[in-house]
Structure formats: structure tokens, C-alpha cells
């Protein structure tokens, strides 16, 4: 080697090494910009050759110097570096960014990998080096081809000199051509053009790309109609997935997608280990988003939920069944303490009448025929007249006897008034006593479910004895399962110990439309299968995922999604005159009085009997005994 080549070697190792040296520089100071954390892993990285003159340079020494100086120049801003592929462990995700050279032949085989395991996805950050555009154009369009899509963070930095120009590239669907906007440039110190930091907020032109919405009809077809006018006719059908649908259409519109939908006759269960419904029409790409569902764990493998658009549950609803039905309201008015009370009080007023009246009998001698005869049955008599606030034609004749009769008089008729201004309240009021599922299950009210697809399923959601119990008295083993139209089962709320199970919004409409004011006070609902509120579902790893989140979020935000509730949706009934109206007592409400008459009646007739019995028992005792006695004389 003659020593002008060694110059010539020296100048160009120089130039060389400046060149790593900037581009270590740049890596570094495109980490700082970012302001996240993060964790670089390098891959496909040849810098062991210059292919600044084409000369090659390969000592290994070289390489792995220039690695080193870049690990090391990373640690100073505490970055973390590693050349290994394999995500270790999920929860470091967000850190990560990705960095590759596409002047060196294996990155080839890296974005293969990448694209494979879906490496560009969001979280995932990409950083990817090139001198040439044109030399490297097949790696290019292998980007280009693959699914870089509007949640893919990634950077093509151009080598020109000795500054880097940047872009970044997406694509707004798999059939979308490839946008590429300016990202910055790096002339020995950092530009970032970015007009927003925030990647979704950039990447809100989807330039009329198409996003699919799987709409769920459950009531009538005419939905297939009405819901793309957005006409508001028939809201008696569907309107929940109309009011999605109209909340949807405006989200796609301010990221400038293409609103497009399919129907989808069933919200999504697995049958025989298969998704069906708007589910599976999520699951298997046809759409993007789906109406609001209720969260239901299985669905977590293959949906992610985002925002809540339109309340919805599924509930019992019923209305809580007359005070009279699970109390005797005959006993409530007071404590037990207070009947206890009015016993010992009673009794202490009997035995006081009965010792007055004896002494009265003594000191008048001449018993008239209104006087207590000084018998404890005379003086209970009397005391029963007045607790039953009735007349009783016997009296003390004196004042002792009298002032007793007084006082039990003046007693009681505080306590009559209590009780029967308590009585009146009572007969009328609905019972709070069905809150809960259990007591549900217990009560003696039919249980029964609207005849739509959901309630073939959700019933079969959980296999507590509970909610099996439940089931198995809508769904009887032997019988025909209590299913109902929403008219039909509306109505049997109305007339009481019914309880209908169903999405509560059209429940509602319908109780608004049938029931009058005084009906609506005690309307009560048991939630079956205690979820949470429903949510919107994007298919897992949808690019769409978070675009439609936040603009989900914005149409909450902005009052839009309230307006829409208000247009479509009917909440919970409540009247407004509580107590108001005329409710008359049936024979139900008498029961205990009715069951304490048929006791007494039965306990009277039994008395005559025996009675009967020990008269004509005593006869022939005393006629035995006569003749016995005849016999004896003879
Ligand atoms: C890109 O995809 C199209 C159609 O899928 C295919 O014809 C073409 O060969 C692909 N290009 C590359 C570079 O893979
Ligand atoms: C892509 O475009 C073609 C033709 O325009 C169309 O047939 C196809 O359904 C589109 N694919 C998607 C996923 O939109
Ligand atoms: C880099 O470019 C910026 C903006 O054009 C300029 O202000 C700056 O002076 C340049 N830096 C160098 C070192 O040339
Ligand atoms: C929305 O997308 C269309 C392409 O469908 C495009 O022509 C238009 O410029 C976009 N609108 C905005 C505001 O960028
Ligand atoms: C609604 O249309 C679907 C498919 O077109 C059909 O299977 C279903 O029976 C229809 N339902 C009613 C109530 O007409
Ligand atoms: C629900 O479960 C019952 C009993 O296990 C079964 O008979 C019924 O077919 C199931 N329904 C559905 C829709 O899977």
C-alpha cells in the first residue's frame, strides 16, 4: 500500500467516521424531540461499510464500534438500547421505538418481520434511515404495501449530505395510496414541523376513506330504512342503534372517513364456539365499529369497548307489587311494642272494671239490668266494646267504674285515629320490598322476558343457582317460555305482579305511551345480570381504535351526544302527582281481615259443637244416673 492510498484511506475513514457521527447525532437528538420515554431496539443495521464512496470498509472492530459509540451515547440520555426483536414484556410497549437502515440488505427481512407480527401498529414507534429513495425503492414499496396504517407512528428520515430530511408515512386503509407528510429536518440541529405532537390529532384526514358500522336490529326491518335518512320516523324500533348511528356518522365525519354501514340482525354471542352478530361481523372485518353492547367478558377477546353513546341496559322491569301483597298492612300502623302496649293496657283496664263493678255490686245490692254483674266476662266485654271503638250497652254505675271507662275511652280514641289515618296510607302504598335480584327471585310475581334475540342468550350468561333459577322461570324445563311482545308485556306490567325483562328504553317508550300518571310512581327495575353500562365496540387492534375514541369523546364533550340522547331516547318514567289518585281496596288488601273472620267463624262453630257435645254428654250422665238411682230405690 503506497502511502497516497493511505491518505487516501485515512480521508475517508475521517469522513466516515464524521458521517456515523452525525447520524448518531441525529438518532439522538430525534429521541430528545420525542420527549417520551424510550427504549431503542436496532435491527438490520450493517455500519461496518461506507456507502458514502462506495468504499467498503469491513473490519468487524468498525461495526461494532459504532454501535457501541451509539449505545453509549444513548445511555448518556438515559435511553435503553437492544438489538432483540422479541417483545419481552407488553407493559413496555409504549416506549419502544423501533430503528432500522434501509441501506443495509437485511432490514429487507426486518420489515418482512415486522409487517408479519404487526410491529407497526400504535405504541410502536419507527425510525427508518435511508440514503437513496430510489436505490432502495423494492424495501420502499414493501412499506408501501404493507398495513402502515393511520395508528403506525413511522419516520423515513432521508440522508442528503449531511442533513437528514423526515417524513412521515401512512396509509388511511389498506386500499388508501400512502400519504407522506413533513415531519422536520436536521441540519446539525433538530426542526420539528409538526403542527401537532399528538399523533391522532395529525392523522384526523382519513381522506374519505371508507370506515364500516355494523348496526344491530332487533325490533323491525323498517330500521333498514329509516336509519340511513336518520328520519327519526318508528323510534319505537331500534331507536338505539339509530341514535349510534346518527353519533357514529358524525365522528366519521370530522376525521373525513366515509360513513358506510351493514346490518346485523343479532348483538353478538358465541354459538357453538362461533361469533355471530354484529360481534362476529367485527371479529371477521367487515366493520370497524358496532352499536352499543352490553360488556360481556367473552367479548373481550376480540372487541375493545371505547365510549358510551346511548344508555343501555337490560333490566326487569315491573311495578313493585301493593303493600298489601307481602305485608299485613293490618299489623303495620303500629310497632310491636305499641300492640304489646295496648294488650298489657287492655288487660290492667279489665281487671280494674272488674274489681270496680264488684265492689259497685256490693254497695248497690239491686243490680240493674244495665250493670256490669261484677263477672270478669262483663268487664272484658266492655273493654273489647272500646278498643273496637264500638258501643257496649252495659256501664258502671258509679264514679270509680266510670273514670276507668273514661280514661280507656280517651286512650283509645288517640290510638283509633292514628291507626286509621295510617290504615288509609297503607292500603295505597306500593311495597319498596323487590330491590334486589334474590328478592326478586322469591317474590310470587311472574317472570318474563320481551321476545327479541338478546333474551335467548343473556339468559344463559351466567350459571349462578340464582340467575339459573331465574331462567328457568322464564325459560320453564317443560312449557312454553314466557316470551312476550313488548305491547303484550307492557300492559301485564301495567296490571301488576309482572315483571318483564328486556333493554329498558323501549320499555320505557312504551310505558310513556300506555301508562297513566299514578301508574308510573311505583315502576321498579332489577337488574339481571348486574353489567356495567353498555359501550361501543372497535374491533381489537383496529387502527380506527383511537380516532374514534377521541372523536367520541368530542361529540360527548361538545353536548352533541346529549342531544342526541334527547332525540331519540326515552328515560325512566317518574310521576309527577305521587299519591294523588283514587286506588281502591280489593279483596286482596282485606286478606287478614278476612283470614281472622274465617278463624273466628271456625273457632265459633267448634265451640257450638262442643258445647253440643257436653250438653247432650251431661244429659245422658244425668239420665243414666236417674235411673241408676230408680234402680237403687226399687
Ligand atoms: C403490493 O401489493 C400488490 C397487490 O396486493 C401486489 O401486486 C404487489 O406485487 C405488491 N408489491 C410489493 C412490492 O410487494
Ligand atoms: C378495495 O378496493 C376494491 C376496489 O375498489 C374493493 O373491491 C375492495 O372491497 C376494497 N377493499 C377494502 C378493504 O375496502
Ligand atoms: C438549520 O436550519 C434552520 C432553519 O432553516 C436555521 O435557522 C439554522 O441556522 C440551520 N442550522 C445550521 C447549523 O445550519
Ligand atoms: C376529505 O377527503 C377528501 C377525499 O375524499 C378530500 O378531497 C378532502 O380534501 C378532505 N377534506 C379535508 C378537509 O381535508
Ligand atoms: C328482516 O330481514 C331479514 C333479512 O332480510 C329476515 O331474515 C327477517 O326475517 C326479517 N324480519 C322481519 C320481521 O321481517
Ligand atoms: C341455554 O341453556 C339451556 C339449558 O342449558 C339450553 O337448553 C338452551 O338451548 C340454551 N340457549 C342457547 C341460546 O344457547
Redesign the pocket.
Known amino acids: 500500500m503506497n502511502i497516497f492510498t493511505f491518505i487516501f484511506l485515512l480521508l475517508i475513514h475521517k469522513s466516515v467516521y464524521a458521517k456515523d457521527a452525525n447520524t448518531i447525532n441525529f438518532i439522538k437528538l430525534f429521541i430528545q424531540n420525542d420527549q417520551k420515554p424510550t427504549h431503542l431496539i436496532y435491527g438490520g443495521l450493517c455500519w461496518k461499510k461506507s456507502n458514502y464512496l462506495g468504499v467498503h470498509y469491513n473490519t468487524g472492530l468498525r461495526m461494532n464500534d459504532i454501535i457501541n459509540k451509539l449505545v453509549v451515547e444513548l445511555s448518556t440520555i438515559g435511553v435503553r438500547t437492544s438489538a432483540s426483536f422479541k417483545p419481552k414484556s407488553k407493559y413496555q410497549d409504549h416506549a419502544i421505538l423501533y430503528l432500522t437502515d434501509l441501506d443495509c440488505a437485511q432490514s429487507k427481512a426486518i420489515i418482512s418481520y415486522a409487517l408479519s407480527k404487526e410491529l407497526f401498529q400504535f405504541t410502536y414507534r419507527w425510525l427508518v434511515l435511508v440514503t437513496s429513495k430510489q436505490l432502495q425503492q423494492s424495501k420502499i414499496s414493501l412499506l408501501m404495501n404493507g398495513s402502515v396504517l393511520v395508528d403506525s407512528d413511522l419516520v423515513l428520515a432521508e440522508r442528503v449530505g449531511n442533513h437528514f430530511k423526515m417524513v412521515e408515512m401512512h396509509r388511511p386503509g389498506l386500499n388508501g395510496s400512502m400519504i407522506t407528510t413533513p415531519r422536520g429536518f436536521y441540519n446539525g440541529s433538530f426542526v420539528d414541523v409538526r403542527p401537532h405532537r399528538e399523533l391522532y390529532r395529525r392523522r384526523r384526514?382519513?381522506?374519505?376513506?371508507p370506515i364500516t358500522m355494523s348496526n344491530v336490529i332487533q325490533d323491525s326491518n323498517s330500521t333498514r330504512e329509516h336509519l340511513p335518512k336518520e328520519d327519526r320516523l318508528e323510534l319505537q324500533y331500534d331507536s338505539i342503534t339509530k341514535a349510534c348511528w346518527s353519533a357514529a356518522k358524525i365522528g366519521f365525519e370530522m376525521i373525513?372517513?366515509?360513513a358506510k354501514y351493514i346490518f346485523s340482525y343479532r348483538y353478538g354471542y358465541k354459538v357453538d364456539g362461533q361469533w355471530s352478530g354484529m360481534i362476529a361481523d367485527l371479529y371477521s372485518n367487515k366493520a370497524d365499529v358496532g352499536t352499543n353492547c352490553v360488556i360481556f367478558r367473552d367479548r373481550f377477546d376480540v372487541v375493545t369497548y371505547t365510549d358510551l353513546v346511548a344508555p343501555m341496559r337490560m333490566l326487569f322491569i315491573f311495578r313493585q307489587p301493593p303493600l298489601a301483597y307481602v305485608a299485613n298492612v293490618f299489623y303495620l300502623p303500629f310497632s310491636t311494642r305499641v300492640w304489646v302496649t295496648i294488650a298489657v293496657c287492655t288487660a290492667i283496664a279489665t281487671v280494674t272494671l272488674y274489681l270496680a263493678s264488684k265492689v259497685e255490686l256490693v254497695l248497690t245490692k239491686a243490680s240493674t239490668q244495665q250493670q256490669l254483674d261484677g263477672g270478669i266476662c262483663d268487664a272484658l266485654l266492655l273493654t273489647m266494646s272500646a278498643v273496637t271503638q264500638q258501643g257496649c250497652y252495659l256501664e258502671p254505675r258509679r264514679a270509680p267504674g266510670r273514670m276507668m271507662v273514661f280514661v280507656l275511652f280517651t286512650a283509645l280514641m288517640a290510638l283509633y285515629a292514628a291507626y286509621s289515618a295510617n290504615i288509609v296510607v297503607l292500603l295505597q302504598a306500593p311495597s319498596d320490598s323487590i330491590r334486589s335480584l334474590p328478592q326478586l327471585a322469591n317474590a310470587k310475581i311472574t317472570l318474563a322476558a320481551n321476545d327479541v334475540d338478546y333474551n335467548h342468550f343473556v339468559f344463559n350468561q351466567s350459571k349462578e343457582p340464582l340467575h339459573t333459577s331465574i331462567r328457568d322461570r322464564v325459560f320453564p324445563e317443560n312449557g312454553k317460555a314466557r316470551l312476550y311482545s313488548l305491547a303484550d308485556g307492557v300492559e301485564r306490567i301495567r296490571k301488576g305482579l309482572f315483571a318483564l325483562h328486556s333493554v329498558a328504553e323501549p320499555v320505557y317508550r312504551q310505558i310513556e305511551a300506555t301508562f297513566l300518571e299514578s301508574e308510573k310512581c311505583d315502576i321498579a327495575t332489577v337488574d339481571y345480570l348486574v353489567t356495567f353500562d353498555s359501550f361501543t365496540p372497535v374491533r381489537k387492534g383496529s387502527p380506527y381504535l383511537e380516532l374514534i375514541r377521541v372523536v367520541h369523546k368530542q361529540i360527548r364533550e361538545s353536548g352533541i351526544q346529549s342531544a342526541i340522547r334527547k332525540r331519540f331516547l326515552v328515560s325512566k318514567p317518574h310521576c309527577t302527582t305521587k299519591m294523588s289518585s283514587f286506588s281502591s281496596v280489593g279483596l286482596m288488601d282485606m286478606r287478614p281481615v278476612l283470614i281472622l273472620m274465617l278463624y273466628g267463624v271456625a273457632v265459633s262453630v267448634t265451640i257450638v259443637i262442643g258445647e253440643i257435645a257436653v250438653y247432650k254428654l251431661m244429659n245422658r250422665y244425668k239420665r243414666s244416673s236417674k235411673v241408676q238411682l230408680i234402680k237403687v230405690m226399687k
Open positions: 384526514n382519513m381522506m374519505g376513506h373525513n372517513a366515509t
